[in-house]
């Protein structure tokens, strides 16, 4: 019912301009759910977080397993599932580990290097055309995070590293990810994401189980509530455009965090942040303009 909503929806309207409004639905719910994260008492394991979000995920899922049926899951590409399962445990564990362990306004924003990684492996395997303005609008929203984040000024801790470890396996899987999408549906990848991370995770997470207190649990459960409609947003966006077109917009995430860590947080943004989501919105914005024009053009 879902997609064929969406399927509608595209013949109105441009599926580059819907892929990156999923994008931004993803950044809004994703930063949502890394302040959650950031809220937990310090003795939930990071393990327990990864398990706990894919568990309650799952449960927040099922109902439309039921509806769909088990059987409507079935799947002709098996492999290709289980190394996205694969580099979605990698990312997942180390970008809650990184923002735990960091400001949460710092370790989005190195998070931010994640579109550079996600549209040079994009090229190089997918292929994607990336034109040269593409590179340089690309280029002014990393310079965006930079000035954000003033690197002269941040020491290199293990966290910093954790995060970029993160980025990497999150490429990887957004690869994994469009070349799924276009013969899987949204649902079906969502399916096996989170049953196979799930039962995957479950083993490890038994060496390290603390029973959370009921505050925790219910923050674990708005984590899986939030990384479920992220997951959901993600897939939907590579179904209407391509990584390197909306790499960019994982920039947007900077300008979710701020007012999420001074609401949440109390961390009140400097001019630094301001300006530099400022240059980011701009890259955004021209990214969009250039890629609806040249789709304008093709027509």
């Known amino acids: 019912m879902i997609e064929s909503r969406l399927a509608t929806l595209s013949t109105n309207v441009s599926p580059k301009l819907i892929g990156a409004g999923f994008m931004l639905l993803w950044a809004l719910s994703f930063s949502t759910a890394m302040a959650f994260a950031k809220s937990l008492s310090p003795e939930v394991d990071s393990i327990m977080v990864l398990f706990m979000r894919y568990f309650f995920g799952l449960v927040f899922f099922s109902p439309f397993i039921l509806q769909s049926g088990i059987k409507s899951f079935a799947t002709s590409r098996p492999f290709l599932h289980f190394l996205r399962v694969i580099g979605v445990v990698a990312a997942m564990g180390c970008t809650y580990y990184a923002y735990r362990h960091l400001p949460l306004a710092l370790a989005t924003s190195i998070g931010m290097t994640g579109p550079l990684f996600t549209t040079v492996i994009s090229y190089i395997l997918l292929k994607d055309n990336v034109s040269l303005p593409k590179w340089i609008l690309i280029l002014v929203g990393y310079f965006g995070v930079l000035v954000m984040v003033r690197p002269h000024e941040m020491g290199i801790s293990f966290g910093v590293w954790i995060e970029l470890l993160a980025n990497l396996?999150?490429?990887?899987?957004?690869?994994?990810?469009?070349?799924?999408?276009?013969?899987?549906?949204?649902?079906?990848?969502?399916?096996?994401?989170?049953?196979?991370?799930?039962?995957?995770?479950?083993?490890?997470?038994?060496?390290?189980?603390?029973?959370?207190?009921?505050?925790?649990?219910?923050?674990?459960?708005?984590?899986?509530?939030?990384?479920?409609?992220?997951?959901?947003?993600?897939?939907?966006?590579?179904?209407?455009?391509?990584?390197?077109?909306?790499?960019?917009?994982?920039?947007?995430?900077?300008?979710?965090?701020?007012?999420?860590?001074?609401?949440?947080?109390?961390?009140?943004?400097?001019?630094w942040s301001i300006a530099g989501s400022f240059i980011i919105v701009g890259a955004t914005y021209g990214l969009t303009r250039l890629e609806l024009s040249s789709s304008r053009g093709l027509q």
């Open 169 to 271: 396996f999150a490429a990887l899987t957004i690869v994994c990810t469009k070349v799924l999408s276009r013969t899987e549906k949204t649902l079906t990848i969502m399916f096996y994401t989170n049953t196979v991370t799930t039962l995957v995770v479950g083993l490890v997470v038994l060496s390290v189980w603390k029973t959370p207190a009921l505050s925790d649990i219910l923050t674990l459960m708005g984590i899986g509530a939030m990384g479920v409609f992220s997951q959901f947003c993600s897939v939907s966006s590579l179904k209407y455009a391509n990584p390197s077109f909306l790499a960019p917009f994982e920039y947007t995430r900077l300008c979710f965090a701020i007012p999420v860590g001074y609401l949440v947080f109390q961390e009140t943004p400097t001019w």
